[in-house]
């Protein structure tokens, strides 16, 4: 009885240090968010083992250079420039959201040297 509430206890703490250590670099990024994209990197990369260390190292490395609300933003530009029509026009002509994608596309190049020796 005492070993499993001294086990519970080292888990809670250490669980409690894992969330300080996220919150104090900013890594607001969800799990989903970081699955999607690891998923996609790996369609573009590979299905390997090593294409799955690279693609993790390149989300998590993203996510120290960009906060998550403008990873979000720029990949929701980036979606929404695949609608044809004029109702996306905007989304392909604003200098603003042209530059999330640059910011966007900047912290992927980062991440690409890397994490892609």
Do not use: W
């Amino acid at each position: 009885m005492i070993a499993r509430t001294l086990i519970g206890a080292g888990l809670a703490l250490a669980l409690s240090v894992g969330q300080a250590s996220s919150a104090e670099v900013g890594d607001d990024y969800s799990t989903v968010d970081k699955a999607d994209y690891i998923f996609g990197c790996m369609a573009a990369n590979g299905q390997t083992r090593e294409s799955l260390e690279h693609c993790a190292c390149s989300i998590d490395t993203i996510a120290t250079i960009l906060p998550y609300s403008e990873y979000e933003e720029a990949e929701t530009v980036l979606r929404l420039n695949k609608v044809a029509g004029q109702s996306s026009e905007l989304f392909r002509t604003s200098a603003q959201l042209k530059d999330k994608v640059a910011n966007l596309r900047r912290a992927q190049a980062e991440a690409e040297i890397k994490c892609f020796p």
